[in-house]
């Protein structure tokens, strides 16, 4: 077996900004496996924000041995960006070789069109109220906040599309003071959920304080290990392929996370269709799937997801699975 790596970059059709900053690109790492006359293809994108980079990524995947199996990756690779792309291409790879789609190969139900969100990055009110109508006929919108002054940017977002449901993200950017005082705005203005309102090392003050609408674990969920502690403070959780480190511990969380009474939602960071594809599969009947990042994409793989409206379809094999 072997395992190549890819650096490949992706133009965004604008620029994407949250309230850690802006990107005008996708920079992600493509990993294919070669072996037994078949190839498999992962995606995953590196976040600084949990200390990852395009080269500590690869460096840690040149560390694993030849014919490395899904079942030893696990134990080798920690959660994160690394093991999610060995994964999805093995995943992949057996896929191809077997002739057997990965649904079946994982016991999940087979893959259909999934509702999706459409995120709107953060910008001046102005900015932001002109994006809302433009996509104001999606039925759910989703906006990145985050800041101290963020009641300005929900009531532009607001009018600008009046019926579309609206998830906020505030990315950590809040503390709980803030939070505390933003929180009946965001019912009066139709809120349907609030994701991640502060600092996953701070988080406890959200047992403490009113939750008066659905509060989505992000920064603060990666893997099965990181439930304990949500307990009380979080309603749903962000299941994201590059923080679970891949599909197969993705599959695992979602089950877990069901069975302790947590809502789910499935995220991605800003990647290309390939990095969606095997997202696709834990997605399905989600109350929430925030798989748009090839929506916001100018570029794409050779054979991306196809999407009508706010419908996102399942990867054709050509590209993954």
């Keep these: 077996m072997t395992l190549t790596l890819h650096q490949d970059s992706f133009r965004l059709a604008q620029a994407f900004t949250i309230s850690r900053g802006s990107r005008t690109h996708a920079h992600v790492l493509s990993v294919e496996v070669n072996r037994n006359g078949a ?101 759910l919108l989703k906006i990145k906040l985050g800041t101290p002054d963020d009641m300005p940017r929900l009531e532009a977002v607001r009018r600008g ?85 891949g599909l197969t511990e993705a599959i695992a969380l979602r089950r877990e996370a069901e069975a302790a009474g947590f809502g789910i939602m499935v995220g991605c960071m800003v990647g290309s269709s390939l990095a969606m594809a095997p997202a696709m599969l834990i997605a399905q009947n989600a109350p929430y799937v925030d798989l748009d990042a090839p929506l916001l994409l100018a570029e794409d793989r050779a054979a991306p997801m196809k999407t009508e409206g706010a419908i996102l379809y399942p990867a054709a094999p050509a590209l993954w699975g």
């Design 39 to 139: 190839t498999g293809f992962g995606e995953c994108v590196p976040y600084a924000r949990y200390g990852e980079s395009l080269e500590s990524v690869a460096e840690q995947i040149r560390t694993l041995p030849a014919g490395i199996t899904r079942e030893a990756l696990q134990d080798l690779l920690k959660p994160g960006a690394a093991r999610n792309a060995v994964d999805c291409a093995l995943w992949d790879w057996e896929a191809k070789f077997t002739g057997t789609p990965v649904w079946k190969l994982a016991g999940l139900p087979e893959p259909g069109p999934t509702e999706i969100t459409y995120t709107l990055s953060l910008d001046t009110p102005e900015r932001m109220e002109e994006e809302a109508r433009k996509h104001a006929w999606r039925p």
């Design 161 to 245: 599309a009046p019926n579309s449901r609206i998830i906020v993200d505030a990315n950590e950017g809040w503390t709980a003071a803030v939070y505390s005082d933003l929180a009946p705005h965001l019912l009066r203005l139709g809120v349907a959920l609030v994701e991640q309102p502060l600092p996953a090392a701070d988080d406890g003050m959200l047992a403490e304080i009113a939750r008066p609408l659905p509060v989505c674990a992000d920064e603060s969920v990666h893997d099965r290990a990181s439930l304990a502690r949500l307990k009380g403070k979080y309603d749903l959780v962000n299941i994201k392929l590059d923080k679970t480190g």
